[in-house]
């Protein structure tokens, strides 16, 4: 089985700061997670010269499908970038670990998340989407979306409702199984009414966290749990250090979480839901593939960012292998 994510297109870069003078430079505050604008973009490329950098391919749906081809799974990304080094080198990193990449590409400068790093440690963040959330229903080929099982598609897209809906009804129309996450609280918070229409019309598998599905459902996870078993056919919800809650075949399943004290949280609901997905496409059982889940999460908050180091992999594929038997 085969899984396309559609997502935004974010390079992540970290950089080390030998003092906070950039902070000022760029107009951002120091801790802050701000979205900045394309002159800010300019002038962090202009100072990380310099600096000591790294970066790696990000966007939440990216992240799911790297996670996943890593595993073995077959897995494409649709996405937009622009005509800079940097998307170049998005499209080259999704190629390396066996990711289809399907961009749109447009002039100008690709989205980025920025992580400036102080000397004492503090992450102040800026994000610039760039084209990545100019996406267009007619950039989504049809042809594209039915080579595939599963679409896999990030609630960060819901403030683009045409583009959301329309890609839905191709994959619906072609057979392709439709999961979506719920991103965050704020976006659900915004787009309550839109989900409420697609949630039970389309999705099949629907991935949130405690706050955003207390901002969908009004009730406790373990009340709301009950309540989207009657829209989709699998929901999940991730509680963080208390594991995750699984409702699906009138099955409601508890998954203790796995890794020790987390270093860094980023990319955990990423990883858990690759971790997911790729059992289903395998055909395991609803609990069996929240172990995978919980088994990537753990990993990945054990080191800072958003990805699993490389040498880890043939490790994790030999515990999913023990899961599965």
């Known amino acids: 089985m085969s899984t396309i994510g559609l997502g935004n297109a974010l390079i992540d870069v970290l950089l080390r700061l030998r003092d906070d003078g950039p902070l000022a430079e760029i107009g951002i505050v120091r801790g802050a997670m701000d979205m900045i604008d394309e002159h800010q973009m300019l002038v962090i490329q202009k100072t990380q010269s310099h600096l000591e950098r790294t970066q790696v391919p990000g966007g939440s749906v990216c992240n799911t499908m790297r996670a996943m081809a890593n595993l073995g799974a077959n897995t494409g990304f649709l996405g937009k970038i622009g005509s800079d080094s940097l998307g170049a080198y998005y499209e080259d990193a999704l190629l390396k670990v066996g990711v289809t990449p399907y961009f749109v590409k447009t002039e100008g400068i690709s989205g980025c998340c920025t992580v400036l790093v102080s000397p004492d440690g503090e992450r102040t963040m800026g994000t610039f989407l760039g084209p990545a959330p100019t996406l267009t229903p007619e950039d989504i080929k049809e042809e594209t979306i039915a080579q595939y099982d599963y679409i896999y598609i990030e609630g ?170």
Do not use: C
């Not at 976006?187 to 019309?201: S, T």
């Not at 908050?301 to 594929?317: L, S, Y």
């Open 156 to 325: 960060y897209l819901l403030v683009n409702e045409p583009l959301v809906r329309s890609t839905m009804e191709k994959a619906k129309k072609h057979g392709v199984k439709i999961a979506l996450d719920l991103s965050n609280f704020n976006i659900v918070n915004a787009f309550r009414g839109f989900l409420e229409d697609i949630i039970p019309r389309y999705v099949n598998i629907l991935f949130s966290n405690e706050s955003e599905v207390r901002a969908f459902t009004g009730l406790e996870p373990q009340d709301a749990i009950g309540e989207l078993s009657k829209m989709v056919d699998i929901s999940v919800v991730t509680l963080g250090k208390e594991g995750s809650l699984i409702s699906g075949n009138g099955e409601f399943i508890k998954v203790v979480a796995e890794g020790g004290e987390p270093i860094d949280t980023t990319g955990a609901g990423d990883h858990f839901a690759a971790g997911f997905l790729y059992g289903q496409s395998v055909g395991a059982a609803l609990e069996q593939s929240g172990r995978i889940g919980s088994m990537l999460a753990g990993y990945v908050i054990d080191v800072i960012g958003a990805q699993i180091p490389p040498q880890h992999w043939e490790q994790i594929k030999l515990k999913v292998k023990d899961i599965l038997s």
